[in-house]
């Protein structure tokens, strides 16, 4: 097992837009290429529904596909903005991000989607209504994909959580486990589709952080944020990694990671489930 190094490091009084775009994990290529894939259309038009700052929608773009990001965030909308700026040489190639919610997708999209993708967001909406709103966009047999993330609770992460939670009650729950959502997104899903047909694939994946990198990652919360912090940042961070420390001295942390991509053609579903990539 590689060593991380444990030494207290010093951490920008940045936004948590700032630390999400730096900080949160890529999705790996595998993943990139089954969203392609189920797309299926070379050159359509994707849109990309809480889109952070554009983890999925760059990658998307730079194989392209059109694509419109969503999310009701500002803050990450020009972090999106910045990174497409860096790594999508082409201008006329470079996804379009926008303000904006799923319930009300016609309000700031100008014309229909080849494809719907709910990039670990589905379970922050009002979800009848945010699908209502993305069938009404998509041109004919379009997908609709929604992309839940389940994480493994590991020791570590239950006490990060329990620091945080006594610095900055959330607002929301840090994560949600799709398994407890009283409808599951495949049954919504279903009831779309002429043949109620949901094809489904899971690609599992496992990270190892530092503890630097981990303390990042909560900084990247809305309610970790070193605003909502303030003075408090530092006393919050120092306990943070002497509780993690306690955990593993090393200062390195696994992270296990279950993606579940469901997916539905309105008006139209292939007559076989899929399966694992």
Not at 59 to 77: E, H, K, M, N, Q
Not at 247 to 264: A, P, R, T
Request: with cysteine; charged share 25%.
């Amino acid at each position: 097992m590689s060593h991380g190094n444990t030494q207290r490091r010093t951490y920008p009084r940045n936004g948590w837009e700032w630390y999400f775009a730096n900080y949160r994990p890529l999705y790996p290529e595998s993943v990139i290429d089954r969203l392609a894939r189920i797309v299926g259309r070379p050159c359509g038009r994707v849109v990309d529904i809480g889109c952070g700052t554009g983890q999925l929608s760059i990658p998307l773009a730079r194989r392209g596909f059109r694509v419109v990001g969503v999310d009701r965030w500002r803050g990450l909308i020009l972090e999106a903005e910045r990174l497409a700026g860096q790594m999508v040489t082409d201008v006329l190639e470079r996804p379009t991000f926008v303000v904006g919610v799923a319930e009300a997708l016609a309000d700031v999209l100008d014309g229909p989607a080849d494809a719907v993708i709910f990039s670990k967001s589905f379970h922050w909406t009002k979800r009848d209504a945010a699908l209502d709103a993305a069938k009404a966009i998509l041109s004919p047999s379009g997908p609709v994909i929604v992309i839940n993330s389940k994480m493994r609770q590991d020791e570590w992460m239950r006490v990060a959580m329990a620091v945080a939670r006594e610095f900055t009650p959330p607002s929301r729950p840090f994560t949600v486990d799709p398994d407890q959502i009283p409808e599951s997104a495949a049954s919504l899903l279903r009831k779309m589709g002429s043949r109620r047909v949901v094809e489904r694939c899971l690609c599992n994946m496992v990270a190892s952080l530092t503890i630097d990198e981990v303390v990042r990652y909560w900084l990247a919360m809305p309610d970790c944020s070193m605003d909502r912090l303030g003075v408090r940042a530092d006393t919050f961070i120092d306990r943070l990694r002497d509780t993690l420390l306690r955990v593993n001295k090393d200062g390195v942390f696994d992270v296990h990671e279950s993606l579940e991509i469901l997916s539905v053609r309105v008006g139209y579903e292939s007559d076989t489930k899929g399966g694992a990539p």
